[in-house]
């Protein structure tokens, strides 16, 4: 499996069987900001809202 590059986020599944898309948006006051989108599935069409 290859890796994403910068900026492209990752996909992983959480231990209670949701899947989480997560992508970073740079960092605020030194802390890293990303946004999150759980699923219930991993073919679910992913969008990260503004």
Do not use: H, T
Request: net charge positive; charged share 30%; aromatic share 12%.
């Amino acid at each position: 499996m290859s890796r994403r590059g910068n900026s492209e986020g990752s996909i992983y599944q959480r231990q209670d069987g949701r899947w989480v898309s997560a992508i970073d948006l740079g960092y605020r006051d030194g802390k890293r900001y990303r946004k999150s989108i759980y699923c219930g599935f991993r073919g679910m069409p992913i969008s990260v809202p503004n």
